[in-house]
């Protein structure tokens, strides 16, 4: 099963916990870490681990319940699982509640595009897919939010 009803179900069951940690898988190459996550993980207080990551057309948010999980690609390097709870735009919400949780729909792909997360501590983390490519903001550019049409819808 895929989003978006198993993304909404899973935001209704972790609003009001706190974020315990935030894990990624990343492209490794030559030593040197990808900026960019392919995949993120959340873990919530007494809750599965939700996992977000770019669906195949390029556009999608997809979420699964699957922890993510590390790969060898030989000469390509690999993917490695790394604990980013103490990273920028992380550290400020781990360890906070869970106030409210929005869709972030792209009105140019007509598709969900990601997720925007709000915290008791008045954060926001919002998690794009971009350009097939997993992007994390406080709050989401207001270029992004023109270029895609960006319209929020509240699960909360």
């Given at each position: 099963?895929?989003?978006?009803?198993?993304?909404?179900?899973?935001?209704?069951?972790?609003l009001?916990?706190?974020?315990?940690?935030v894990n990624?898988?990343?492209?490794?190459?030559?030593?040197?870490?990808?900026?960019?996550?392919?995949e993120?993980e959340?873990?919530f207080?007494?809750?599965e681990?939700?996992?977000?990551?770019?669906?195949?057309?390029?556009?999608?948010?997809?979420?699964?319940?699957?922890?993510?999980?590390?790969?060898d690609?030989?000469?390509?390097?690999?993917?490695d699982?790394f604990?980013i709870?103490?990273?920028?735009?992380?550290?400020?919400?781990?360890?906070?509640?869970?106030?409210?949780a929005?869709?972030?729909?792209?009105l140019?792909?007509?598709v969900?595009?990601?997720?925007?997360?709000s915290?008791?501590?008045?954060?926001?983390?919002?998690?794009l897919?971009?350009?097939?490519?997993?992007?994390?903001?406080?709050?989401?550019?207001?270029e992004?939010?023109?270029?895609?049409?960006?319209?929020?819808?509240s699960?909360?």
């Amino acid at each position: 099963m895929n989003y978006p009803g198993l993304m909404i179900a899973w935001l209704l069951t972790v609003l009001s916990k706190k974020l315990l940690s935030v894990n990624a898988l990343c492209h490794v190459f030559s030593s040197e870490r990808d900026s960019a996550p392919q995949e993120l993980e959340l873990l919530f207080e007494n809750s599965e681990i939700g996992k977000f990551y770019g669906g195949p057309d390029g556009a999608s948010i997809y979420f699964s319940l699957s922890p993510i999980s590390s790969c060898d690609l030989g000469e390509y390097g690999r993917q490695d699982i790394f604990n980013i709870s103490g990273e920028r735009y992380f550290s400020d919400v781990v360890g906070r509640r869970l106030v409210s949780a929005s869709l972030v729909q792209s009105l140019a792909e007509d598709v969900v595009i990601g997720v925007a997360l709000s915290f008791d501590n008045g954060f926001c983390l919002s998690i794009l897919n971009l350009g097939d490519e997993i992007f994390v903001y406080n709050e989401i550019p207001e270029e992004v939010v023109i270029s895609e049409g960006v319209s929020l819808i509240s699960v909360s």
